[in-house]
């Protein structure tokens, strides 16, 4: 269990999240929020990359801050930016992702093949990343942030930059990796986590709506409409998803 309570974070006289709560099991649950609503900066806080002003965070009731390393074991991050070794090939960058995760040799190979065969980079993981596209980049990215079967997986923006087709195929893999762990996804392609998140968070000027389903999302804000129809009336102030 993931538990947030109370965080809040400034910079300078801005203040970015004001008194942040909520609770995560099993389950895809969906950060949502226009561009500088706060979800990045929220994510750098959860994977302590990021400390906030005030507030706990809690992993199965421990502090994470109190037990950093173990926490860490059992966490994955994948960033909206990150930087890429582009002289390395797919496969020597997931293999230095799983040194990095202290996964031994064999069992590395299985889960790096694994990853690689469920992003579907298999043509492509021995080419050297400079010659990717954004959107293999991305995928490479996604495939890095599976191995080592972290028990909590963050993800900013997962689906940026990638076709119909590859976005259906992450949608499907984060469906199937949430049976047994707690994954969050902030991003702001609301039909990618429509049907398949647990619930909604919905990160407006800093503040947090009360956590929601989709279909109570829907009822109160767009009946008969779509999930982004509701996500357009709540930001119907002129900030666009």
Not at 98 to 125: C, F, T, Y
Not at 185 to 193: F, K, M, N, R, Y
Not at 195 to 210: R, Y
Request: proline share 3%; net charge neutral.
């Amino acid at each position: 269990m993931l538990e947030i309570k109370n965080i809040s974070k400034c910079y300078g006289k801005q203040q970015v999240l004001k008194d942040i709560s909520f609770t995560c099991e099993k389950g895809i649950y969906a950060l949502l929020g226009p561009n500088g609503a706060g979800k990045s900066t929220l994510m750098k806080i959860i994977t302590t990359n990021l400390k906030a002003d005030t507030g706990t965070i809690l992993w199965n009731n421990q502090n994470i801050y109190e037990n950093s390393s173990a926490y860490r074991n059992i966490l994955s991050y994948m960033p909206q930016q990150q930087g890429l070794y582009h002289g390395f090939s797919g496969r020597m960058f997931l293999s230095y992702i799983a040194a990095l995760k202290n996964i031994d040799r064999q069992r590395a190979k299985q889960m790096i093949d694994e990853a690689i065969k469920a992003v579907n980079l298999g043509d492509d993981i021995h080419r050297k990343i400079h010659t990717y596209s954004g959107g293999m980049k991305q995928r490479l990215l996604i495939a890095s942030a599976v191995i080592g079967d972290p028990k909590l997986m963050i993800f900013d923006e997962p689906t940026a930059g990638l076709d119909p087709k590859e976005r259906i195929r992450v949608k499907m893999l984060l469906q199937q990796l949430a049976k047994d762990r707690i994954i969050l996804i902030a991003t702001h392609i609301v039909p990618d986590i429509e049907n398949i998140a647990e619930a909604i968070l919905v990160l407006k000027d800093g503040s947090l709506l009360p956590q929601q389903t989709a279909e109570q999302l829907l009822a109160h804000y767009a009946p008969g409409g779509t999930l982004e129809d509701a996500c357009m009336h709540i930001f119907s102030d002129g900030e666009e998803l």
